[in-house]
């Protein structure tokens, strides 16, 4: 069954950099749009990044010009890298992707989700 799994999450500084990774099994990530979403304490989620497989990109306001989401297809795994970090972004942030490609992405229909992990940002 489909499964994702991130890592790299932890602690750091403001002003430091991170790079979060999802590793796709039983999923074709190549063929399908798959994105990151965060969640922080008291907050909704937030769809931050997201990356479609003819290579649209999608970066909230939030994280623009300091995320950079890629994709490695030989590894299906998906990548978050963070730079520079700010204390608004400690959150729990999740990987997720949609069940089938439909021509273009949207948070909305994504179906299936990681477990999280955790990013703290301190100053």
């Known amino acids: 069954r489909v499964r994702l799994e991130e890592s790299g999450g932890g602690s750091v500084q403001v002003g430091d950099s991170l790079k979060l990774s999802c590793t796709a099994f039983?999923?074709?990530?190549?063929?399908?749009?798959m994105g990151w979403v965060r969640q922080a304490p008291g907050e909704q989620r937030e769809g931050i990044a997201y990356?479609?497989?003819?290579?649209?990109?999608y970066y909230a306001d939030s994280v623009k010009g300091r995320f950079t989401i890629s994709r490695d297809n030989s590894k299906n795994m998906l990548f978050l890298e963070m730079n520079p970090v700010n204390p608004e972004d400690t959150a729990t942030y999740f990987c997720?992707?949609?069940?089938?490609?439909?021509?273009?992405?949207?948070?909305?229909?994504?179906?299936?989700w990681g477990q999280g992990t955790q990013v703290n940002v301190s100053s």
């Open positions: 997720a992707a949609e069940a089938r490609y439909r021509g273009g992405c949207d948070f909305s229909t994504f179906t299936y």
């Open positions: 990356l479609s497989p003819r290579g649209v990109v």
């Open positions: 039983e999923y074709p990530a190549d063929r399908r749009c």
